[in-house]
Nanobody, 123 residues
């Protein structure tokens, strides 16, 4: 079983920054891709960013390009999401997820999910 635990959420004003962490654990944990998703009230879960464990290749959704940075620490089995220049529309519950090599931007491509951490950005 794989466990993913997010942390680092909170409330900030527009223009502020937050860094989310996702610690992965479990027997023989090794998934190829780690992703961040978010879900605002009344909206569908949407892709934010993903990164590969091996080469560190990263991909971003258009709304966060240039503001968010995903990174990973293989030794700690932890993935981070640095969020800068936050906007009120970034307010959502943020989830990390683990998937196989084929995982891309669709939530269905990911097998394990964390419980989420709330990010609230006020104007």
């Amino acid at each position: 079983q794989v466990q993913l635990v997010e942390s680092g959420g909170g409330s900030v004003q527009a223009g502020g920054s937050l860094r989310l962490s996702c610690a992965a654990s479990g027997r023989s944990f090794r998934y190829d891709v780690m992703g961040w998703f978010r879900q605002a009230p009344g909206k569908e879960r949407e892709f934010v960013a993903r990164i590969t464990w091996s080469g560190g290749s990263s991909y971003y959704a258009d709304p966060v390009k240039g503001r968010f940075t995903i990174s990973r620490d293989n030794a700690k089995n932890t993935v981070y999401l640095q969020m800068n220049s936050l906007k009120p529309e970034d307010t959502a519950l943020y989830y990390c997820a683990a998937g196989r090599f084929s995982a891309r931007s669709a939530p269905s491509g990911y097998e394990y999910w964390g419980q989420g951490t709330q990010v609230t950005v006020s104007s």
